[in-house]
C-alpha cells in the first residue's frame, strides 16, 4: 500500500519488515488497524494488543484509540523505528534530503512546531532591499554592539538609505556563494507601530544559518542564536535566527567539513522544556538542537552565565573562547 504523500514508501513492506500484523477496513475510504507501538512507553499497563492503532493511508495520518497516540506517517515511522526526525524522513522518502529542499511534509508532532515549505521551493538567490547602501564608514550601530566596522564592511553590511527599510542596517545572508536571506533591522528601539526586524518575505529565517559559507571549512562548529552572537564568538560560528533548531539547518551543517559542533545558546533556552496535557514532556531547546544534531556530529554544549550572551561580550574575545572552550556532552 502506497502513502499518496509518499510515493516511494510502501506500507505494507515496512510493516512486514517489522513484523507488525494490521488489519485492512474497507468503507467509504481504506483504513488499517494495527497495535500501538507506542501504548506502553505512554503509560499504558501493558503493550496494545487488539490493534487499537488506526491509519488512513490516504490522508497520512493515525491514531491510537487506546493511548491517544496521534499524528502523520513521519511520527509514526519514528515510534515505530525508534529513531529520530530526520532518519524517518530518509525512511518514508526513500533518499537522502537535498538541502536545497524546503520538504513538503505535513508535521503533527508538536515538539517540532515547523512551517514546511513547497518542494519546489528551493532557496532562492534574492536582492538586497531597496535602499541599501554598503557601510563604508563607522556607524553608532555597529559600535554601540561592539562590532567592527571593518567586519561588517568585509561581510557586505549595509545601511538602507530609502524605502520601507530606510534608517535600517542590513545584514545579509550568504549560503554556497548565493544571497538567501537578510535581516534589516532598526539602529533605535522600535515605535509601537514599528518592527524592530524586516525579513524578505517568502524565506524563512529558520532555514538558513548565518555566516555559514565561512564556517563550513572549520572542524569545529560553534551554533548560536544570533547573527550578532555568531559575530562575537568567531569565524567558526553560525546563527540559527533563533534557539529552535530547524532540521532544514542540520542538513546544511551536513554539507560542512564539521565534526564537533557546540550549541552556545542564550540561558532561556535550556528552561524552556514544557509538559503537555497528555503528560509528554517537549523538550527544552538545547535538548531539541542535541537531538538532531547527534545522529551526525560530537556534539556538546555550553551553559552561559546567567546575565550573559555570546553577543554582551567583545569582539572575539578571550574570556568567552574560554567560556566556549568548557563545552561538554549533554547529561541525559
Known sequence: MIVPEFPNFDLDRYFAEHDIACLSHEGDHVEISFNCPECHRRGEPSPDTKKKCWLNPEKGTFVCYRCSFTGGIIRLVQAISQTNYLKAIKIVRGRDLDPMEHCSLKLFDPELKIKMHDEDDTLRELELPYGYQPIDKPHSYLKDRGIPWEYAMRHDWGISEAGYTKGRIIVPTFMEGRLVFWQARLCREPNEDEQKVLNPTGVSARSVLYNFDVAKEYEKIVIVEGFIDAVKVGPNAVASNGKRLHPQQVL??????????????????WTDAKVKRSGDRIPSSVEHAVGL???SFDVKVVKMPDDRDPGSYKYRSKLLQEIISTAKPLKS
Open 293 to 295: 544534531l547527534s545522529l
Open 252 to 269: 546544511w551543517l551536513e554539507k560542512t567539513k564539521a565534526k564537533e559542533i557546540i550549541v552556545c545558546y542564550d540561558r532561556d533556552a
